[in-house]
């Protein structure tokens, strides 16, 4: 069982707990996207049995009216043991929410997977056109890489990056980071008709997205972690599109140490949780 204290970032182990956190945020006007917690496998069975786990899971949101869709890991789905078994799968599991007419995000990881992730998101955006995927602002090649995505169907959620690549294909000091995001997504607001996903906590790349879309009048939505700026989600969900990234599984305790560890405001909360008991 998840403690109180991880289960602000963790929408507990197994889907029926799952769909219940999603039917609540959806009670406060923030869809879901659901990850099941798990990435870097190194034989089939686990990699395989994920896949099937997000096709269950999409056939129970089916079951609902509930506002939800899934995020999947390459890694999660095989791509450690190579390309194909990756594609195998992740094909599984968008024919399957395209089946039902569902949604599936392609979450991003380090930078030695960025050209196998795009490919395998461009084979689907032209296939089914029912999935998104994430591209990391860090990265010097993403402005090139997003006007190769500009004209595909499908959606492109814009981060900072979450991993540490070397200096010879990111920024990697934070001011730098920040300004490419602003270009990036200034880009985005130009060149991405159908839409833009702005997957940030920070209230300025949000009032920058808010003033691009009034220039451009281009859709957009913003995205944020389970557990991270709750209020401001629901807050921001009275007038515009808002998603909350939300993980689930037995594999929680990974995931929970580094939400803790990127803020000294989550250290003290989980220390004091702690020593109360
Ligand atoms: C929906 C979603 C999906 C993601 N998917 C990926 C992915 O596939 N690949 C990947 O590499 N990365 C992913 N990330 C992580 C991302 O790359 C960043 O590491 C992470 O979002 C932190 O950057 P930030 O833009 O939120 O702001 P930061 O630069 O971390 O913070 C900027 C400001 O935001 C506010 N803020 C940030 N965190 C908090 C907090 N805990 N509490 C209160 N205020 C806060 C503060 O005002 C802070 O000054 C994802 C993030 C989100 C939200």
Request: net charge negative; proline share 4%.
């Amino acid at each position: 069982m998840i403690p109180p204290i991880a289960s602000q970032f963790v929408a507990g182990e197994t889907a029926p707990g799952a769909l219940e956190h999603a039917r609540e945020t959806n009670e406060r006007g923030v869809g879901v996207i659901l990850n099941l917690l798990g990435e870097h496998y190194h034989e089939r069975g686990p990699a395989d049995e994920d896949a099937q786990t997000y096709c269950d899971l999409l056939d129970d949101i089916a079951t609902t009216d509930l506002r939800a869709c899934i995020s999947v890991k390459p890694s999660q789905l095989g791509l450690d043991m190579g390309e194909d078994v990756f594609r195998e799968n992740l094909a599984r599991v968008v024919e399957r929410a395209d089946e039902h007419g569902e949604f599936v995000w392609i979450d991003m990881e380090d930078h030695t997977t960025t050209d196998a992730t795009l490919d395998a998101f461009e084979h689907h955006a032209r296939e089914q056109g029912c999935v998104g995927v994430c591209i990391q602002a860090n990265l010097r090649r993403t402005r090139a890489d997003l006007e190769r995505l500009a004209d595909l169907p499908g959606k492109v959620r814009l981060v900072k990056g979450a991993y540490d690549p070397p200096a010879d294909v990111a920024y990697r000091e934070k001011s730098r980071v920040n300004e490419e995001y602003r270009d990036l997504l200034t880009y985005m607001f130009e060149a991405f008709d159908d839409g833009v996903a702005v997957g940030s906590h920070d209230p300025a790349m949000i009032a920058l997205a808010e003033d691009l879309h009034e220039e451009h009048g281009t859709p957009y939505e913003v995205q944020m972690l389970m557990g991270v700026r709750e209020d401001a989600q629901t807050e921001l969900a009275a007038d515009r599109e808002v998603w909350q990234y939300a993980p689930y599984g037995t594999k929680w305790i990974s995931y929970f140490y580094r939400r803790v560890l990127e803020r000294k405001e989550n250290l003290g909360f989980a220390l004091r949780a702690v020593v109360s008991g």
